[in-house]
């Protein structure tokens, strides 16, 4: 997909982590590891550690989620660069765990509604997202709404949707899998087993 550096923002356990998965990653890919000290917070938190090593759009995943290569190249194609960019998935009928899932709202292309409880929804977002390099500011709106503490990463999509910079872009049949649980992870390795056969 042609990533040549990544900004890895660890927190508990975070040297353990560390350890783990920089052997995992190719000498091609250079890796800045980010300590969020206030990783007890939400996950918006973690995407503003990020905020001063980047100057401009950039891919931003979740760490427990696992993609199939096809969704990058597909979100790099197609990502507009002055909006945020978010795969979703709208095969609901195939996601693990619906309940816990982030629901999404969109009317054409155009995400209108996020969030795990949403009543009416139509996608749901995978964890990945091309990102202008404003989505900072709006997740620092977000954060300042709740009192200026914390902030979830939903809650900076939900403040950039309201302004309609939010396009959701479909994986199809791609596959992708969030690992919450060791049912999770069984799940995931049993379908990564299958997708290295093909």
Sequence with gaps: AGIKIIYAVIGFEGR????????????SIKVCWIDNPEWRKRNGISVLAAAPHVTGPFLLTMGDHLFEQSIVDLLLREAKPDQLNVAVDKKLDSIFDLADAMKVQMRGDQVVAIGKDLPNYNAIDTGMFVCP??????????????????CTLADGVRAMAEDGLVRGIDIGDAWWQDV??????RAAEEK???????
């Design 192 to 198: 990564l087993r299958v997708l290295a056969k093909n």
């Design 16 to 27: 353990a982590l560390r350890a783990e998965v920089a052997p995992l990653i190719p000498s």
């Design 180 to 185: 919450d649980t060791p049912q999770m992870l």
């Design 133 to 150: 390099r404003d989505f900072f500011s709006y997740i620092e709106r977000a954060k300042s709404r709740s009192g200026g503490s914390d």
